[in-house]
């Protein structure tokens, strides 16, 4: 089974740019979360969406954006990239935890797309 | 606020045993994860603890006490392959099925 896709794999991008990251989770899995990853971080919470709704936002500016299909895949934006933007992007796919139920809720991440922004 | 916190580096023998440690404090506390990271690659799931206890899986076991706000992962008989950053995610309770990581512990294995 396919895990959680992610393109493009690298990229790089000069300030003021926009860049589209795609991702496409786990089949049957409907909610997508966005992180970024600076070299030498954990990863920072950027958006989750779940049936194509936004259900969480991290502490980023608005030139970040994105949004989910009926397919369940995703895209994230970033407008007037800066060369603070410069990090490892992050999806992950997960099934909803429900209460009482034996999944953990767990994360499950793609390779990434790491953006330099020159 | 959320903070977590833990070793920025660490360095074992191989065959030897690891124990890396977590602190953390949240709101609403919802289960605590630890991911595997390798250089370059994706955070790959490790262990998950909801309730207080030792969770053990193979080579690796997770402990949390929520009253402390402290986790640990023990790595047993370490391989050169377990040469990686060590990710102690938290989770709320809330609609968001996010995870706040610490900024991760790079385990060195040496021969």
């Known amino acids: 089974d396919a895990g959680v896709t992610q393109s493009p794999t690298h990229l790089i991008k000069t300030r003021g740019q926009h860049v589209t990251l795609r991702c496409s989770p786990i089949?049957?899995?409907?909610?997508v979360s966005w992180y970024q990853q600076v070299l030498g971080q954990g990863p920072q919470f950027i958006f989750q969406?779940?049936?194509?709704?936004?259900?969480g936002r991290g502490n980023f500016p608005d030139r970040f954006s994105a949004r989910q299909f009926p397919n369940y895949s995703s895209e994230l934006n970033v407008n007037a990239l800066l060369l603070g933007d410069s990090a490892l992007y992050l999806c992950?796919?997960?099934?909803?935890?429900?209460?009482?139920?034996?999944?953990?809720?767990?994360?499950?991440f793609g390779e990434g797309s790491r953006l330099t922004v020159l | 606020g959320q903070n977590i916190d833990q070793p920025t580096e660490m360095t074992a023998t191989e065959g030897a045993i690891v124990q890396i440690n977590c602190t953390y404090q949240?709101?609403?506390?919802?289960?605590l994860f630890w991911y595997q990271q390798h250089a370059g690659e994706a955070p790959t799931f490790l262990s998950y603890?909801?309730?207080?206890g030792l969770e053990e899986k193979g080579r690796f076991s997770s402990f949390l006490s929520r009253s402390k706000g402290y986790s640990y992962l023990l790595l047993k008989e370490l391989q050169m392959k377990d040469s990686a950053s060590y990710l102690c995610?938290?989770?709320?309770?809330?609609?968001?099925?996010?995870?706040?990581f610490g900024t991760g512990t790079l385990l060195a294995v040496q021969p």
């Open positions: 992950a796919s997960s099934l909803e935890r429900l209460a009482g139920g034996s999944n953990t809720g767990e994360l499950f």
């Open positions: 995610a938290v989770k709320s309770w809330g609609a968001t099925n996010k995870l706040i």
């Open positions: 603890n909801v309730l207080d």
């Open positions: 949240t709101s609403g506390f919802n289960g």
């Open positions: 089949s049957g899995h409907k909610s």
């Open positions: 969406y779940y049936e194509k709704e936004e259900r």
